[in-house]
């Protein structure tokens, strides 16, 4: 597809659950950022890969957070031991260089 | 010092009427400011931004407006119609990690 791509759209999890959300970028786009965007308020940055190496985690709120891109294309963020403060809209975007992101319609993750 | 202040935090304008946004930042590092248009269910769009070496940027409807010296940046959207009813954020930053305000709920009444 011509856009970036995230799945689920939606999930509900129990807390203590394990999740795991998809991004597909577009294709050929060196860099991949996920965001989470609680709701109300503007998007905040989680992490940053080039191709696959993840140059920036310094967003990620704890050591449950977890994010990879093992072929420097798809990209997953688990979570894992979800907690109720984890509900909140996960946000992927990519870009082929500079500052033109393109942001999938994000995972609105809601723990229970 | 990361942070971006926007105001107001919603906006109800009449068709046709002029919508301002304004944003405020601390970090003189920050070299790239965004404005993302947001609406319910979709991830944030791009929709016009602004290097601080130019004061203007115009773009159809759409002009953001940059004060280097007040450290201040606004979006202005011109003969405002219903479909630009949406959230619009500003942001900025000065590598690859951008910085968002929080906020503001447009809605253009017809």
């Known amino acids: 597809g011509a856009g970036v791509s995230q799945s689920p759209r939606y999930k509900v999890a129990k807390r203590g659950q394990d999740v795991a959300l998809r991004c597909d970028p577009i294709s050929g786009h060196v860099s991949l950022f996920w965001y989470q965007q609680a709701l109300g308020q503007g998007p905040e940055f989680l992490t940053y890969?080039?191709?696959?190496?993840?140059?920036?985690k310094s967003g990620l709120p704890s050591d449950r957070f977890f994010a990879e891109r093992p072929e420097g294309s798809v990209s997953t963020l688990k979570i894992q031991r979800t907690q109720q403060e984890d509900s909140a809209v996960y946000l992927c975007a990519s870009s082929a260089s500079g500052f033109g992101y393109t942001f999938g319609s994000g995972t609105r993750l809601t723990v229970v | 010092q990361q942070q971006v202040k926007q105001s107001p935090q919603s906006l109800i304008v009449q068709k046709g009427g002029i919508s301002i946004i304004n944003c405020a930042y601390e970090?003189?590092?920050?070299?790239?400011f965004p404005w993302y248009q947001q609406f319910p269910g979709k991830g944030p769009a791009l929709l016009i931004a602004?290097?601080?070496d130019v004061s203007e940027k115009k773009e159809g409807r759409f002009t953001i407006s940059f004060n280097k010296s007040a450290k201040q940046f606004s979006l202005h959207i011109m003969d405002s119609q219903p479909g630009d009813s949406a959230t619009y954020f500003c942001?900025?930053?000065?590598?690859?990690?951008?910085?968002w305000g929080a906020g503001t709920k447009l809605i253009i009444k017809p």
């Open positions: 602004i290097r601080p």
């Open positions: 890969f080039q191709n696959e190496a993840q140059l920036d």
């Open positions: 970090n003189t590092a920050f070299d790239y």
């Open positions: 942001a900025a930053t000065s590598n690859y990690q951008l910085i």
